[in-house]
């Protein structure tokens, strides 16, 4: 018998209106569930006095037959999202004891849709990392081990709270956000599913800012059709976020077939690493046979500057970074240092973000400082932006031939040992998201779809990568991909 | 284009984050691993390539100049370190 936590949106969704249970069944099980999984560090403000009030609400409306689309399930929610009066630190000690005076744009549709939240999800300092390693709660633990060992993994990152919630069934889904692989890295570590739609299809008025013009929430769910029903719930035009396109949302869970005959699906032979593990290559042609036994029309095809996707990134993300944490200097909300006699006003500043930001946040703003700084603006910025265009051109042409989606691994291997990376340098970890960076930077969704274990028994995921505002199309073919893969497999419970 | 130390004082400085004097070698040695690897794009001819200002071809939407919020003193100041009488409060900055 399945627990009522271990559902997905879609199967909680039908029980609920079925009623054979109840929205204050189903969160109390995830509560509980969360309350012995304290292991596992996803969860870092739980809120269960208000998600028990609207579980309620939400029983009294599915059984006045009203029920919205994702009314009385339970879900977790990201620390970068600022909800009303509970702790929002983006995983940062320079937010400690903030307590927004409003809601995400995000959260509120979530709300609005009739979703239960159960608490705020640990994840890397202001989304800066790929392994919950920043965080100034401690690092998340994956809920997979490798067979036969007791090795804490990371569950990837920034998101990693989300996905170890996910995975472990501590809730039905979970909010994530994805500025170069935030989402769909973690997802792929842990076995779930993770789609970050085209950059403007969700509003980013309310989510903590790292990099402007690459952030993008989305949904981390059980399933794609799952995906489809969150994505759809948070989506939709923002007048508060100028970047949030007016356009409508499509109904993504009808778009589900499965039937992808005659689709294109292009290789890009770039994405070919040299010392790509073999198991990565064996997933990737696998997911390939399947696309093809589907019906798709397997082209390959090439992006040429997919090699300058992430120092283009470590340019322009640092440099956005620099800006928008600017607002951190201990004067309208957060920590402020304690001064000494005679302190002005700039050692409050240094002082305050010396203290507050961990050591990569501190990394990543002062090389957007320096990139951004007299004399290396047009060496470095510049240069990155054009590198830019031309890697959303790579994808614009390949598009022009017809290719309706894009076939990729998502990550370069298996969650890794959390520590095993700490005496590495900075780009080692950066690496992590060579697959999915391309994505952000040209704007484009995404989503990873688990599909096979390796032989330590870790989940590992494939990436399809769609057109612009294509979301339907894309988790169709990611519903096709899934339902090929038949991935099945849950993390041993030891927490 | 290597970092050395007074360089990446500058930019702490620059980015308003105290650095202790002897943090700065092996800070500097992480700037120059990090810049080593952008350097990667002077690879890339740019010739005649407009730099992207916008990932999806949009016109920011414009709204009428009006005030449509406001009196929320007590809000806003609610998360400040330090409010007194209806201010956020700095140290003193003006001798």
New interface residues.
Partial sequence: MTKLNELGLAAARDALRAGETTSKELTQACLEAIEGAGMLNAFVHQTPELAMERAAQADVRIAQGNAPSMCGLPVGIKDLFCTKGVASQAGSRILE???P?YESTVSQNLADAGAVMLGKLNMDEFAMGSSNETSVYGNAVNPWRRNDEDTALTPGGSSGGSAAAVAADLCLAATGTDTGGSIRQPAAFTGIVGIKP???RCSRWGIVAFAS?LDQAGPMTKTVRDAAIMLEAMSGHD?KD??S??LAVPDFEAALTGDIRGKKIGIPKEYRMDGMPPEIENLWQEGIAMMKDAGAEIIDISLP?T??A???Y??IAPAEA?SNL?RY????????AK?DQG?????????T??EG?GAEV??R???G???L?AGFYDA?Y?????????I?RDFELAFDQGVDAILTPATPSSAFGLGEMTDA???AM?LNDVFTVTVN???LPGVAVPTGVDRQGLPLGLQLIGR?WEEADLLNTAFALENAAGFVAKPAKWW | MSIDESTAARVAKLARIKVEPDALPALAGEFNTILGFIEQLNEVDIEGVEPMVSVTPQVLKRRADVVTDGDQQARILSNAPDAREGFFAVPKVVE
């Fill in positions: 004891g903030f307590l005076e085209t950059y403007g013009s007048p100028s970047t396109a007016d500057h090699k300058y992430l120092p283009a470590y340019v620099s600017a200097d201990g004067v309208r909300y957060g920590h402020r001064l302190d002005g006003i700039t050692e409050m500043y240094e002082k973000r010396a930001f501190q990394r703003v002062m090389i400082t320096y990139v700084s470095y510049n240069r990155a932006r054009k590198v830019r265009t031309l959303k340098d900075p780009v950066y930077l040209a704007g612009p």
